[in-house]
């Protein structure tokens, strides 16, 4: 191992930090999640991804016909990486996996319990009636997912060892009752933060309570999404990304490439005019090595998905020396160009710390106001 999680120097809490010197642009670790999903919307919006690891189950060009709104012919397509002969479904819910491998590690791992039984196929199954709700408090963009819960729960109700994967959920979990509520609450946003109970009780319909009843009294419910909420990590895959890549390896003639360049210009032109912003399979994932990550407001590292499914690497942005702590960015890009008084509010707000990073200690100085155009963002 490249990293180890001890005590911080500066705070209580515990970090990562580097065993020996990683150079700026090479793999720090890769890690497989506890449990991931596709977010609700981005599933219900024809986003095809395997089920279990959110690798996309659309060709490339499949990809870039729906996301530009026409059909697209994709030159080289030898350098699209989907299989879709490794495709398989379950036979009792339909739900879709890239390979054989996913299906049954999903099976395994959460799936036996939360797979849709055929009898219950004429009223809406308790599992797809959370799900509705959730949407209906998390619209776009999207930054968790109900159903995260769902699986992480499931996990333990199957797990061989529970107590065991009793206390690897917990490790997720180490605020005050009263930090788990807020957070909750602000997970749902103002708007929507009474629908928790109604949450709570459909989920509590949804699924067996064997060996997790902790989790499912009001307070562990609450901790829950104080647990989804702050740990949970963004996952993006493409097949149209992936294929841009691997088009970028070819040896062509420079008029060959700039034919392609000009080709791929336009399909992100198109793709931005039908689909705007959302072009990727999205979805969440709890990760237990990067979740002992902290924040920096200038990190050293940044997590990566190389393997273009949930598999998780962190790629180091910096040089990092032997001893140095690991940082990586709870913000996202645009939120962390904005002030010093933007940032802390939104960490503060979220993640319940006040940060000390030396981006935010080097402007300590500068005005707490946030400027009407960051206000107005922050809505
Ligand atoms: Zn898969
Ligand atoms: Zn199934
Ligand atoms: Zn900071």
Known sequence: ????????????????????????????????????????????YQYRAC???LRPLE???????RLTGHFVELPYPECCTTDKSKIVSCIVCGEQYCSLECQTAAFNQYHRTLCLQTTERHNVHPL???????????YPPETSSIMLIVRLLARIIQAPNQDAAIEQTLQFCHRTVNEDAELAHNLLGEKFANQISLLHNLLMTAIPHDGIEQFLTPAGFQGLLALIGTNGQGVGTSAISQWVTKSSDLSLS???????DKFIDNLYDEMDEH??????NEG?????????????????????????????????????????EIFISYLDECMLDRSRHSRRKDLMKNYIFACKCPKCEEQVEE???????????SE
């Open 367 to 377: 005005p707490d106001i946030t400027s009407e155009e960051e206000e107005d963002m």
């Open 128 to 138: 797809e009636q959370l799900n509705e709700a959730w949407k209906q408090v998390h």
């Open 59 to 65: 060709t490339a060009q499949e990809n870039a016909t």
């Open 51 to 53: 089920d279990h690891c």
């Open 254 to 260: 420079a008029d060959e490439r700039e034919v392609l």
């Open 1 to 44: 191992m490249n990293v180890e999680i001890r005590n911080t120097d500066t705070s209580k809490g515990k970090g990562l930090f580097a065993k020996k010197k990683i150079n700026c642009g090479s793999v720090i670790f890769e890690e497989d999640p506890l449990v991931s999903c596709q977010f609700s919307w981005n599933a219900a």
């Open 275 to 280: 689909s705007g912003n959302f072009l990727n």
């Open 284 to 324: 969440v994932a709890l990760y237990s090595l990067q979740s002992s990550c902290n924040h920096s407001c200038t990190p050293n590292s940044e997590p990566t998905y190389l393997h273009n499914n949930h598999r998780l690497s962190l790629v180091a942005i910096k040089d990092i020396e032997e001893g140095d």
